[in-house]
């Protein structure tokens, strides 16, 4: 199997694209050097005919003399979903020199290693990475290099690695797609933001372990979707257990739920129903593990169990899980024109697709013969491609549909996390009984300085919230190292005020009164006992912004350690109660006390006004992202996937227009193939692995609950929100340019360089350089929806994710896609909710660019904080006029509450501007149930609201 699966991987050399002259040669070469010996004839025709099918379903069927070789025509990648071109420039690279490197590289990979398992999985991994250390001059472009010149759509390592896993599939693959939940179980029951992320943590964590009993049989390469080249867990399994020379992945980058709980496997269909019964075995075995370790390390001193509370115990872990799984077989036998007539034979009887479908143009063409125009190849299973997958995914959907009910019946006080399942208890079953059991654990906890569970039994907890409220402290921080500390809502509220003080604490001058203030503050925290609970790493960019005092005096040090250590709740004065102490940490504490800490504590906020540092804010943001229309992207039905033509090198798309049939068939958009599929995962895990973090936690101060792939949640301090919201939105897409124009490729780096938002910009290719290497993201075309609730601190945390979950819905449903909603919840009671597209082609700016622009000036004093409140009362009776009357009015308004000076151009302006706004949320008017002028106004009270830091 591993000799046949590294022939095949290795079928081409990684420089192919730079030089096709010998190639085959070349690839010959490094495969004697993986195997130490040359490979055996049917090891050779089985790669052979593996790569037939995987070019077939990757690339289109070129008819002769359609060549563009880079050294001939200019280099350039083409974005697989959005068809724009990326300008490689000059790559006049002799192949001799990169072909010496690669020779090295894998003698460096398989030296001393004879398991055929190890030097694949080394091969499939490393060999791009080391290549690009060897061979600095092309670098981190070898993972980037394509397939084939002619359509530069897909990299060369994609196609390598779908080559080796149809080759190990034959000679009858088959595709398997894979489910866990049940997601809402997992992630949305949840009272603390611990919960929140250890819910996620664990459903993208068995999501792998179903994945990695495939792995562990078959190689990474079997996983289509979603890539698992550079996913922390895959590169933990790597490193750890099979020693693959990779880097071993980051605590930090361990804490992150990326995994999705689906997956698409290519098995050999003999072997693909034992294949998914044993993952299901797995995924259910390690989740009873888990849960029995997580109850074993309770019960050493912390609850009370005994035979009822195990016998609980085990039937609400046994009921948990939900597998879903099906195998679709790859229909037909024989030659390649048998398969492929056999699959869309199949597709025809079960689907009944219109006359003149996609495929049907296409399929016509390539399989006309060569000497008329068609394609050089005769069709297999890989032309057949999208057919098979689409019917996997039709399957797969069916098996969800007949749903295994498991009818559980639980008496009793119910679990006051989830409020489905009873709350754990031992022999006594009844209310009081219940609260004494988890009274008790409560006590024992906090005699170890814990307070996982709030006290006097106010806090009850079923099997499954226990697990996710317990595994990361008594489980997983020891057997992979995954540290806890998730930070609270109210220490991600606070989250700038830190930020603000911890950078003033650079100067000396600002930062010595500072210093002092804090000094007391934290002095009088101390003398009430109250607990420091947050760890460094809870907030990624505070903890960055304390490690840049290394050059303070020690005791500012100390001080920005402690500051961050006690949880952001104490910047609060109606927190410091004596009942308050009492209930949440078993406190005594003296009146005089609380009264001196609170004095400290308004002394310390006087300090940071004058330093020009405002109050700590009381609301934090909630945020929820998800792409738009993900099953249509993945099934290549998507409108905006873009055409065949498109895809092409442009000097090849000329010649094609002037050959017979192929001129209609270039302007059809595309098919699903294994590159798309890979595309789009590649695309997702950039994001939810490298995009979504810089943003969240490196440029803001805030915190990532899971990412995994288009599926975003995400906590934010409340004057970051809309920023970080924008900047996510247009990373999915690849929507950003550099400010500076004239960079070097080797000075594009997001992380050294100003960039900004281009929402519509036709300049965007869909790829973004970091850390030195283009990353290719959705594309232009692709686009996502948010929805953030905003609430305050105190706020039952499960009220808030509902907010941000109906908002995000509203965001789709009512805002049509590709937009934001944004859903107030006021301590007062009062709720708002506005919504809107990411931008309109009729508004000079984009939403959220306009709206902070507003705060901005609100904050300045350059408006009137009473500017939105009046607009908001003449709203409705505006609303009916024409839009000049409406612009003359905001003008009138504007000149009218302006505090400082702004120009009768800048009036105009921003009235023009408003009005035009206005105009385009009106077409949400019937959705929304109000004129798009009232919908405006509502958007001024939220900038207000922000500008304000909430509720004063």
């Known amino acids: 199997r591993w ?121 499939w991994r490393c060999l791009t990475e080391q290549l690009a250390k060897e061979f600095p001059r092309v670098g981190t472009l070898f993972r980037m290099l394509p397939a084939d010149t002619r359509q530069p759509d897909h990299p060369l390592t994609q196609h390598l690695s779908i080559t080796a896993a149809i080759a190990d599939a034959l000679p009858q693959p088959a595709l398997l797609a894979f489910s866990i939940g049940p997601v809402q179980e997992f992630i949305a029951a949840a009272r603390r933001t611990q919960d929140l992320w250890m819910g996620s943590w664990l459903l993208s964590y068995l999501s792998w372990t179903a994945m990695k009993s495939l792995v562990e049989e078959y190689g990474p390469d079997i996983i289509v979707f979603p890539s698992l080249r550079g996913q922390p867990l895959c590169d933990l399994w790597l490193a750890q257990d099979k020693q693959v020379p990779t880097q071993k992945p980051r605590l930090e980058d361990l804490t992150l739920a990326s995994l999705p709980n689906k997956f698409v496997a290519l098995l050999p269909a003999s072997e693909a129903k034992s294949a998914a019964g044993k993952a299901e075995r797995a995924v259910r075995g390690e989740w009873k593990r888990l849960a029995d370790l997580v109850l074993s390390a309770l019960s050493n001193g912390i609850m009370p169990v005994d035979e009822q509370t195990q016998k609980m115990w085990e039937n609400q872990v046994s009921t948990h899980l939900e597998v879903y799984w099906s195998i679709l077989p790859w229909e037909g036998k024989g030659d390649g024109g048998k398969q492929a007539e056999a699959v869309k034979s199949l597709f025809e009887m079960l689907c009944a697709p219109p006359s003149g479908w996609r495929f049907g143009k296409a399929y016509a063409l390539f399989a006309r013969p060569k000497e008329e125009g068609g394609g050089q190849y005769h069709p297999n299973w890989g032309t057949t491609y999208s ?74 907890l079923c099997a499954i919230c226990t697990v996710k409220r317990f595994i990361q402290r008594e489980v997983l921080e020891g057997e992979i190292g995954l540290r806890g500390g998730f930070p609270s809502t109210s220490e991600i509220s606070v989250a700038s005020f830190k930020a603000a003080v911890l950078e003033k604490l650079k100067d000396p001058e600002s930062g010595e009164k500072l210093a002092n203030a804090l000094s007391d503050y934290l002095e009088g925290l101390k003398r009430l006992g109250f607990p420091i609970s947050v760890v460094p790493e809870a907030i990624p960019k505070l903890h960055q912004l304390r490690q840049q005092l290394s050059n303070a005096p020690q005791r500012v040090r100390e001080y920005a350690g402690k500051l961050l250590g006690y949880d952001g709740e104490a910047l609060f004065e109606d927190v410091l109660t004596v009942k308050r102490f009492k209930e949440e940490y078993g406190l005594s504490v003296s009146e005089d006390d609380i009264k001196a800490v609170r004095e400290s504590l308004r002394r310390l906020k006087r300090v940071a006004e004058e330093a020009d540092i405002p109050s700590p804010a009381r609301y934090y943001a909630a945020l929820m992202m998800d792409g738009d229309h993900a099953g249509q992207w993945l099934s290549g039905t998507h409108e905006g996937l873009t055409t065949f033509g498109d895809v092409l090198h442009p000097e090849v798309r000329k010649r094609l227009e002037n050959v017979s049939g192929w001129k209609d068939l270039l302007k059809e958009r595309r098919l699903m193939t294994p590159a798309v599929h890979a595309a789009i995962s590649d695309a997702l895990a950039n994001f939810a692995l490298k995009l979504v973090r810089f943003v969240v936690e490196e440029r803001h101060c805030g915190r990532v609950v899971y990412a995994g792939g288009d599926d975003v949640l995400a906590l934010l301090p409340l004057d970051e929100a809309l920023p970080a919201a924008r900047e ?83 965001a789709k449903e009512t805002y049509d896609r590709n937009a934001l909603c944004i859903h107030l919840l006021k301590r007062s009671g009062e709720e708002v909710r506005v919504g809107g597209r990411w931008f309109y082609e009729s508004v000079p ?108």
Not at 30 to 40: F, V, W
Not at 103 to 114: I, N, P
Not at 762 to 790: E, F, K, Q, R, V
Request: glycine content about 6%.
């Open 387 to 460: 057919l098979l997958y689409s019917l996997t995914d039709r399957a797969f959907n069916a098996r969800k549909t007949l749903r295994d009910f498991v009818p559980m019946e639980e008496k009793g006080e119910k679990c006051t996390v989830c409020g489905r399942r009873a709350a754990l208890h031992g022999r006594d079953g009844s209310r009081q009984g219940v609260r004494k059991f988890w009274s008790r654990a409560a006590s024992n906890l906090k005699a170890k300085d814990r307070y996982e569970v709030r006290l006097d039994g106010r806090e009850r």
């Open 845 to 952: 700016q984009d939403t959220v660019a306009m709206i902070t622009d507003i705060c901005k000036r609100f904050k300045s004093g350059q408006l009137a904080m009473k500017l939105a409140h009046v607009v908001f009362e003449e709203a409705r009776t505006l609303s009916h006029l024409p839009k000049e009357a409406q612009q003359a009015e905001l003008r009138r308004l504007l000149k009218r509450h302006s505090q400082r000076r702004m120009s009768d151009d800048e009036h105009e302006a921003l009235a023009e501007n408003l009005t035009v706004f206005a105009s385009a949320l009106n077409s949400h008017a019937d959705k929304v149930g109000k004129r798009g002028f009232e919908q405006m106004a509502e958007w001024l009270l939220l900038a207000r609201f922000l500008a304000m830091g909430g509720e004063v």
């Open 728 to 810: 996510l939105r247009a990373l999915f897409s690849g929507e950003v340019g550099f400010v500076e124009s004239n960079l070097k490729s080797s000075e594009m780096d997001m992380r050294k360089q100003n960039w900004q938002v281009k929402f519509g910009d036709p300049t965007c290719t869909g790829y973004l350089w970091l850390d030195g290497a283009p990353l290719p993201t959705m594309g232009p075309a692709a686009s996502a929806s948010i929805g953030i609730a905003i609430a305050h601190h105190l706020q039952p945390l499960d009220t808030t994710l509902q907010a941000m979950r109906e908002a995000e819905r509203a």
């Open 3 to 123: 000799a046949r699966k590294i022939v095949a991987l290795l079928h081409d050399p990684p420089d192919k694209a730079l030089g096709i002259a010998g190639h085959k040669e070349r690839a010959r070469e490094l495969q004697q050097i993986a195997l130490g010996r040359e490979a055996t004839t049917e090891e050779a025709r089985t790669a052979e005919q593996a790569d037939q099918i995987a070019s077939a379903a990757d690339r289109v069927d070129f008819p002769e003399g359609s060549e563009a070789y880079w050294h001939t025509e200019k280099a350039v990648l083409i974005h697989p979903l959005a068809g724009r071109e990326l300008d490689l420039g000059s790559l006049a690279v002799d192949t001799t020199n990169t072909h010496e490197a690669a020779k090295k590289v894998v003698e460096l990979l398989v030296r001393d290693v004879s398991n055929g398992v190890q030097r694949f999985l080394r091969l």
